[in-house]
């Protein structure tokens, strides 16, 4: 207990004067007044609940949760990063970490490879999408969640580790080892032609180099016959301002304005110009965006839309036009700040919620469609700030029937494409490849016997029908009704698996590609069914459509 009171007062003595001294430099107004009172007050609350406290209080988990705490008030995007969570943070801006290369997930109780990255260790050692890792290290690691199996597999590169691997068709576990490399995550993890003459780039991050990886992209694309390119943000977070105006300098010309930043530090108000010559200021552009897409997803389209230098399709995207930066802390921990907002060529800033508002409940409000500006493109096409970017071209999100939902999260699709790849050795071309009527009545026998029960909507509002009239006491009077209704409605799920083939078979086949050709497989095989996609080549290959939006006539 003394040890614990002398610490605290050592680091009241320590922290304390150097707020004030800080302080003192300056005239203390309100402002200054209220920090260094809450401070003392904090300090002192601190020091009072770990010496008083009836159990023994972890200080450093006591201290990280008021952090967290107080900054939630601010934003989503302010986030103290304590040193046990430093090389997350890196691996987030940087894309690099020391591991194996791989990606996992809890199935069912079983730690499970998704899918080994092509030329990393886990690929090189045979490790297949499937596979149930039992042990690492001799150690069992049922049980664990999947952040703890990550820091089980990652570490420094040229260490070595053992995995013990179930996998499909064998009888027995048995051991790889495999040696950890220094893994770089890529920003563009696929590009491709689509068709004859248009190609797709993926741009899933922005890591460092996500402009390099985008430019080597497009002109390997180009090489291969691409007179137009699709650009994939949808699902997209953002990441690094540089790289997102890297990438729009690609196409727009040099000297070009991308993004200007305002915020409360004069530091922060600056101008992000296209500084280098483009690489293609012609090329016919479709930009893919959705609800997932945001911040440095939202410059690179806001960006090609306010030039009118390419077309949006899609859905909304998500709203953040917040930029952060990060302030080191004592003892490797940082702080990763709101410093400023952004705005895109047209002057508009995308930002959906004004977390300096908020209602009676503490929640942050949704700026009101009534309230956002207009504002206009290159060649005067009326766009709006506030609420994400909208595409110049709805396309209707596809919804799943709940067939194929169930058996998605089930793990039976998954499962299923398991079992096809032990007992097939190869497939055609992921593009090429189709499901025969024989080998999907395969799949629908194998599940017979598979749990993928479900409730509709229907179903559910039934249950709530019936549950209301026993509770007022009509049950008796319409149990008849009642019960002829159910059979009317009550779905036969061995029926929906036939009624709904077609989008089974679609996701079916997407992961039997995934088995043999990786994550390139996958996407290959959705070109004929992404709605997205479907409607990028349309409006790519109609030049007159194409120019019509742009010129907003």
């Known amino acids: 207990m003394r040890l614990k009171r002398k610490h605290i007062f050592l680091t009241s003595l320590v922290v304390l004067p150097l707020l004030f001294f800080s302080f003192t430099s300056e005239k203390l107004g309100n402002h200054y007044f209220e920090i260094a009172k809450n401070m003392k007050i904090f300090a002192q609350l601190y020091q009072e609940v770990n010496t008083y406290y009836v159990d023994d209080v972890n ?10 705490a107080m900054l939630a008030t601010l934003d989503p995007y302010t986030n103290y990063i304590p040193e046990d969570r430093i090389e997350d943070y890196r691996t987030m801006t940087t894309g690099e970490y020391g591991g194996l290369g791989v990606v996992v997930g809890n199935r069912n109780g079983d730690i499970t490879i998704i899918l080994p990255n092509e030329g990393y260790p886990a690929y090189e050692a045979g490790l297949q999408i499937g ?27 040229g260490s070595e580790v053992t995995l013990t691997i179930k996998r499909y068709g064998n009888d027995q576990p048995f051991d790889v080892k495999v040696k950890r490399e220094k893994i770089q995550i890529n920003n563009v993890p696929y590009y491709g032609m689509v068709t004859d003459n248009i190609g797709l780039i993926q741009l899933s991050d922005f890591t460092r180099n996500a402009s390099k990886e985008v430019g080597d992209a497009l002109t390997e694309l180009k090489d291969r016959g691409a007179s137009k390119v699709i650009i994939d943000l949808r699902g997209n977070p953002g990441g690094l301002l540089n790289e997102a105006v890297s990438i729009v300098n690609l196409f727009v010309p040099k000297g070009s304005d991308v993004v200007y930043t ?7 108000n600056k101008t992000y110009k296209a500084m280098n010559p483009p690489l293609d200021t012609e090329i016919p552009i479709a930009v893919l965006i959705n609800g997932g897409s945001a911040s440095a997803a939202e410059i690179v389209s806001g960006s090609i839309q306010d030039y009118d230098r390419g077309v949006l399709l899609g859905s909304r995207s998500f709203g953040k036009g917040l930029v952060q930066a990060t302030r080191p802390l004592d003892y490797n ?14 002057g508009r800033c995308i930002q959906e919620i004004d977390y300096s508002h908020r209602n009676k409940d503490g929640e942050a409000i949704v700026v009101a469609d009534s309230l956002r500006e207009q504002f206009k493109t290159a060649n005067g096409r009326p766009v709006l700030d506030g609420g994400g970017v909208a595409p110049d071209i709805k396309v209707k999100p596809f919804n799943f029937a709940q067939i194929s939902v169930s058996l998605i999260l089930k793990g039976l699709i998954f499962d299923y494409a398991t079992k096809f ?3 097939n050795e190869k497939i055609v071309a992921a593009r090429d490849f189709k499901l025969s009527d024989e080998q999907f009545n395969d799949f629908v026998e194998w599940i017979k016997d598979k749990d993928y029960g479900y409730q509709t909507k229907v179903e559910v509002t039934m249950e709530e029908l019936e549950k209301s009239a026993k509770e007022d ?12 209704l159910k059979k009317k409605v009550y779905h036969n799920k061995e029926s929906d698996v036939i009624k709904f083939k077609d989008e089974i078979k679609d996701v079916l086949e997407a992961e039997i590609c995934k088995r043999y050709y990786l994550e390139a497989g996958e996407i290959e095989s959705t070109f004929t069914a992404d709605l997205d996609v479907i409607e990028a080549v349309e409006v790519l290959n109609d030049d007159a459509r194409y120019q019509k939006i742009l010129s907003g006539n």
């Open 131 to 157: 596979d149930v890792i039992m042990k690492v290290d001799g150690d069992e690691i049922s049980g664990k969640n999947t952040g703890e199996i990550s820091k089980y597999l990652k570490g420094q590169a």
């Open 59 to 68: 200080p450093s988990e006591l201290m990280t949760t008021g952090i967290e």
């Open 421 to 423: 790849h032990h007992e």
């Open 333 to 346: 921990s940082r702080l990763k700040v709101t410093v400023a907002k952004y705005y895109i060529p047209s």
């Open 262 to 268: 305002k915020g409360r530090i004069e530091d922060w």
């Open 473 to 484: 006491k009509y049950y008796d009077d319409i149990i008849d009704e009642i019960e002829n």
